[in-house]
């Protein structure tokens, strides 16, 4: 299959019949010959391949970094992309200079990555430190040594950007009178449109068809696993199937549309206002450009039993919106998996919403997760605890475990055995013995059986530790 795809390339306007599933990536480098958008791990893991995207939405043109080695050339229909060539000037920009002088550039290879995050950043935010320019890069890896370098560009970079700020400069003239980007993105809005106009909106397949073998959402997991079948196979994308992203309150109720990030899930003001640690717990879900495109329904129906995403929604008792296209039905999350990969679902049928009541002004929420690596891995063992108590008594409990089960698992014995005790460490500890006999781990690279139910028991006590401190004695636990 095939699919006409119009978009911006750099500074070139490209229309272009390609499989929608054949990744950005391969695109640039086979068929557009841009060979600087570098192939390393193709799993989205070390950053050589980040692009910036720019779509457009209220009429404004909003750009983010995501790794292109994932990203299906489908989604990019109607946008602009941009890559180290897409940078280039007739001379080096600010952070090319820097990275120079500053030795950040080492072998290369992973250069050109770093230099699309850096100026990803000052394009994308409004406010700019030394901090979070070195955290945009938080996707990108170098292999040959440390990071000073880098780290001293981005620091001379924002202090010189930040006394340019002071300037009455739109964003955009800022960037480009500053020479980080080039003369030509002052007309990509304007660019896009006339290329939207003339195209038409994007029409939304009907949901009812069910000929396509993959419905791709986001594509960080499926892309790696089943790349070369997706490129032999009929697919659609999420984006063209009307599934809406964004997040919203409606009696009583958080409403989460499928097709939104996990980076606006950690950047919702919404998110914030009931969960104030949402960013912390969301810096140990992935780098940003996996945020940026990994999406809620694609979270959730991949089925992975380590899915962080999936295990906030499991201890805040969500419910699934489905539909085919015709009809909807609603299911609660802990009852959507029936086994390994096995879900309550039909084919034609898309995840169009995730919901969950607003917690009570009695509740707390934590996220704990064990990875190999603290930030941006996979989790060895996750879990979430949503409570709602008075005093010391447990009106109200939901928690999930991941890693300790075929599927992302709510905890339904123990969560009933809490209910109505008293938060103290002998309830803890008699609580503790029914969690391990709902668990059934497997020993794996991410640890041992064993190793798993001892980490899936320490996390649920780190819940009441951090929530409680008062209420627990530790030693009392050991």
Known sequence: MTQRLNFILNNQEVDTSQHPGMSLLDYLRQEAHLTGTKEGCKEGDCGACTVLIGELIKDQIQYKSVNSCLLPIGDVDQKHIVTIEGLNREELSPIQTEMVNEGGTQCGFCTPGFVVSLSGYYLINDDYNTEDAIDSMNGNICRCTGYAGIKR???????????????????????????ILPEYFLDVKERLNSLINKKGSKVADDNSNSSYLYTISGGTDLMVQS????????????????????IKEENGKIII???????????????????????EYFSLFGSLPIK????????IVNASPIADM???????????TLSNGSSKRKILLKDFYKGYKTLDKKENELLTFVSFNIPKENSFFNFEKVSKRKYLDIASVNSSILIDVEKDLINEINISAGGVSPIPLYLKKTCEFLTSNKINSKTLGEASEILQDEISPISDARGTAEYKSLLLRQLFYAHFIKLFPELIIIEELL
């Open 257 to 279: 549309g499928g097709a939104t990030t996990a980076s606006a899930i950690e950047d919702s003001p919404i998110m914030a206002k009931y969960f104030p640690d949402i960013k």
């Open 227 to 246: 790349w070369e079948d997706i490129l032999k196979s009929d697919i659609t994308l999420i984006s063209d199937k009307n599934i809406i992203s964004g």
């Open 153 to 179: 560009t981005a620091h001379k970079i924002t202090k010189k950007l930040n006394v340019a700020l002071n300037n009455n400069h739109s964003k955009i003239e800022l960037v480009v009178g500053e020479k």
């Open 292 to 299: 940026n495109t990994a999406t809620v329904a694609g979270n």
């Open 310 to 320: 999936t295990n906030i929604f499991l201890a805040l008792n969500s419910t699934l």
